[in-house]
């Protein structure tokens, strides 16, 4: 199974899913994050406008500081 983080950060919430059985594919438009699965730096909405048949899980946590 394969499961996509959107906005990944550093993968906190990709450990978790990645514990729970599937190989994960992360996305963030920060460079040098040391994330330690599959990762592509790009921007997560693009990244999602080229398809996400492939996923059988897809996560996406974009930030909100301007409401926290």
Known sequence: MI???L???A???SKGIA???FEVI???NSPGLNY????YCEDA???RAMGLDDFDFIWAS???QAYS
Request: glycine share 20%.
């Open 26 to 28: 992360g996305v963030d």
């Open 62 to 64: 974009p930030p909100c």
């Open 19 to 21: 514990d729970c059985g």
């Open 36 to 39: 330690p699965y599959e990762y």
């Open 7 to 9: 906005f990944c950060g």
């Open 3 to 5: 499961a996509l983080d």
């Open 45 to 47: 909405v693009e990244f």
């Open 11 to 13: 993968g906190g919430a």
